[in-house]
């Protein structure tokens, strides 16, 4: 039904503007005002597409009581959840280490407030289109945490048995 669903959806979007007129003394201003560089509203990616369902790789492992929270729903919604869980560290990894993250709900920024967070460097990914490599750009994101956030790798993360669990 996944694939489905997937495969039935429209995914144009608008064309790209052909000429932007800038008729402000501040052109860069007036350039992003008409034609910012992060649209993700219907005009582009059509109308439906935050609608349609998560689609999970096979190499993830999904259970029945895995839980999906999405950004509209706020960080608030996903705080209270994980303190209800009893949740204190967040190990943090994922695609857009520069902006997902980073800043969405469930990003640093937000879960720092409240948990114990480490990102998984080496589990993460960041995309700039000016970059030859997403390697650059993940470095940089990165760095850029590394200054309010600690940092960790896959290797260093193992799972805590009964003796080392905090009581």
Not at 77 to 95: A, K, N, T
Request: net charge negative; proline share 4%; glycine share 6%.
């Amino acid at each position: 039904m996944l694939d489905q669903t997937l495969a039935s959806f429209d995914y144009t979007g608008a064309d790209l503007p052909e000429e932007i007129t800038l008729e402000s003394d501040r052109p860069v201003v007036d350039y992003f005002r008409k034609f910012p560089g992060l649209d993700a509203s219907a005009r582009y990616n059509n109308d439906g597409f935050w609608s349609l369902p998560i689609p999970v790789m096979n190499s993830i492992d999904v259970a029945e009581s895995d839980v999906v929270f999405y950004d509209l729903q706020g960080y608030e919604r996903l705080r209270e959840f994980l303190l209800g869980q009893g949740i204190e560290h967040v190990l943090l990894c994922g695609y857009a280490t520069d902006m997902c993250v980073c800043s969405t709900a469930a990003g640093y920024q937000n879960l720092r407030k409240d948990f114990n967070v480490f990102v998984v460097g080496d589990a993460t990914q960041a995309t700039f289109p000016s970059n030859r490599t997403a390697a650059y750009a993940t470095n940089q994101a990165l760095s850029y945490a590394a200054l309010n956030q600690l940092i960790t790798q896959v290797s260093w993360i193992r799972e805590l048995d009964g003796a080392d669990a905090p009581e």
